[in-house]
Structure formats: structure tokens, C-alpha cells
């Protein structure tokens, strides 16, 4: 199969076009500017596009068998521009006749109200982004009950791994490699729920395999939930330091806020450390025949920090 990847610098993006090329797919990395692109496998073909623009998305998909929307932008930039890309994305895709991928996330449940979350559970996003999110999954699902495209959507918790470089997930490492004080939002040993990178790319590509999961969105957990400190404790031992985790609350945010967009725009998605989502994977097993790939956090955590060494 072509797998041809908007976002392929990126963390699921990069994954993804990892284990496409390993498993013996032709992959198209596509991105505005090649040349930043640096780790994928021999073989991937490296393409400058612009998901923003129409005509660029359309090219780049041109002879595609598979789509795969791994795109992001900063937070204070997605009311903005997350509804443009995944438009071009799906008319990227339709254009080509290939399936469309996209990586699916919490934000379009809103505050749990079960745990663990299935894919039953009401969808009530409270925040801008889950808003967005949520109309964007319809969308997606619509045109694949118009037969306008057929539509991949794994839903995953929180990414780990390498090449997963966010605000919440690099002063982790990085403190774990310095021995520094690392900081964490709002509760430190309430359970979370962590997925490695390597793990969301191999679901996305069973599920691709899969037409009985095409058309819905599928839940793809991790291992089992763990709190904070424990995760931040791996990574520290494995470093060869001692842990120190520093915890911040909503008006450490909102001071910060003063002087960051970026911390404004995380400040609505705190509910999510006051009251994390648990997935429920059933769904994946009963399509697929098989559990969901759930590498064990200790050995996720290892091969992170290896990853964050040799990237320093």
C-alpha cells in the first residue's frame, strides 16, 4: 500500500511512517519543508506540501491507498487552522480514492462519566478544542457513510515515546536526563492513562487492515493506567537520577497565561488531570481479533529516554 503522510514530522506522524515503511509500504512523507525532516527509514519518499492548501494536499495524496492526517498546529492556532487541514485532508483523500486516517483523541468526550470510557459514551465536549475535534470526527464519519471516502479513526490517550516533544512530555525526559525538577499539571497520583507512540502507529496500521473498523471511531488504550509520579519515577531511575516532580494548579497557569498564548489556550484543558478519561478497548478486539499493541511502561519509558539521550 501508499501511505501518504501529512504531518510527517511530527510524533504519530513520524510513527506512523516508521512502521508503514518497516512493514514494506511505500510511504510518502510529506511536509512544507523536507530538508527538516531526519530519522525515517530507507526508502521514505519525502515530498514538500502544504496541508493549509488545497491544491498542494490534493497533489501530495495524488495515487495514495492511504491518507493519513497526522497534521498539528500550536494550540492558540486551532480555532484557526484544524478546520482548514482536515478539510484539505479529506478532500486529499476522496480526490485519491484512499482510505483517510486520523488520529482520534479524548477531548471530544468531555468529563468522563464512566471508567472506564467505551465508545458509547455520550460525546459533550465543554472546551473550544473539543468542539472542534467533535466536528471534524462527524465530518469525517458522514463522508464515510456518503461513500465519499472511508474513514480510519483510532482514539488514543496520551502519547509517550520518541519524538513525542509536547509541553506535557519533554520536561519529563529531559529533567530525567538532567536530574533536574521535572512538573506535572494539577495531581501528581491520580491515575492516567499513557499510550507509546510506536504502539498508536502499529493500532492505526491493524486497523487500516481491518474494513469491519472503518466508519467508526475505535478506542486504542495503553497498558493500564499509572499515576503520574510512578511514570515520572521510571523515567527518572532509568536516567540514573533520583525523581523530583514539581506540581502546578490553575493559577500557576493563569499567571503564566499573562505572558503565553500557549498557556492560555492549555488552561480549558486542565479538566483532564482533575478528571482523566480511561479507554475501554473491547471495540478494537471484537474488529480486529486481537488486544490493542500495549508495550509495558517500564520498557516504553527505557526506550523513551534513550530516544531523549541521543536527541539532547
Known amino acids: 500500500m501508499h501511505f501518504v503522510i501529512f504531518g ?3 510524533s504519530i506522524g513520524s510513527a506512523v511512517a516508521r512502521r508503514a515503511r518497516l512493514s514494506g509500504h511505500r510511504v510518502t512523507a510529506v511536509v512544507r519543508d523536507p530538508r527538516t525532516l531526519s530519522g ?3 526508502g521514505t519518499e519525502l515530498r514538500a506540501g502544504d496541508i493549509l492548501d488545497s491544491r498542494s494536499a490534493r497533489e501530495a495524496a495524488a495515487g495514495a491507498d492511504v491518507v493519513v492526517h497526522a497534521a498539528n498546529v500550536p494550540y492558540p492556532d486551532w480555532s484557526r487552522l484544524v478546520p482548514r487541514m482536515a478539510e484539505n485532508a479529506l478532500e ?6 484512499a482510505i483517510l486516517a486520523f488520529p482520534g483523541n479524548v477531548y471530544v468526550y468531555g468529563r468522563p462519566r464512566t471508567r472506564p470510557v467505551t465508545e458509547d459514551h455520550p460525546m459533550e465536549p465543554h472546551t473550544l478544542k473539543g468542539r472542534l475535534r467533535l466536528d471534524i470526527e462527524r465530518r469525517y464519519l458522514e463522508a464515510h457513510a456518503q461513500s465519499r471516502v472511508r474513514v480510519v479513526l483510532p482514539r488514543y490517550p496520551d ?3 520518541p519524538n513525542v516533544t509536547n509541553e506535557l512530555m519533554r520536561p519529563i525526559f529531559e529533567g530525567a536526563l538532567s536530574g533536574k525538577p521535572c512538573r506535572w499539571p494539577i495531581d501528581a497520583d491520580r491515575p492516567h492513562e499513557f499510550i507509546l507512540i510506536d504502539d498508536a502507529a502499529a493500532a492505526m496500521l491493524t486497523l487500516v ?37 514539581r506540581v502546578y494548579g490553575r493559577g500557576a497557569l493563569r499567571l503564566y497565561g499573562l505572558s503565553s498564548r500557549l498557556a492560555r489556550s492549555f488552561l480549558e484543558m486542565m479538566y483532564l488531570f482533575e478528571e ?3 479507554l475501554g478497548g473491547r471495540l478494537y478486539e471484537s474488529l480486529t481479533g486481537g488486544p490493542p499493541p500495549a508495550t509495558p511502561y517500564d520498557e516504553g519509558v527505557g526506550r523513551t529516554v534513550e530516544w531523549y539521550r541521543t536527541h539532547r
Do not use: C, N, Q
Open 8 to 10: 510527517a514530522g511530527g
Open 40 to 42: 525515517l527509514p530507507a
Open 92 to 97: 486529499a483523500a476522496a480526490a485519491a480514492g
Open 159 to 161: 502519547f509517550y515515546g
Open 209 to 245: 487492515r481491518t474494513p469491519e473498523a472503518h466508519g467508526h471511531a475505535v478506542h486504542v488504550p495503553g497498558p493500564g493506567t499509572i499515576s503520574p509520579r510512578e511514570f515520572v519515577g521510571l523515567a527518572y531511575r532509568v536516567a540514573g537520577h533520583d525523581p523530583e516532580i
Open 276 to 278: 482523566p478519561v480511561v
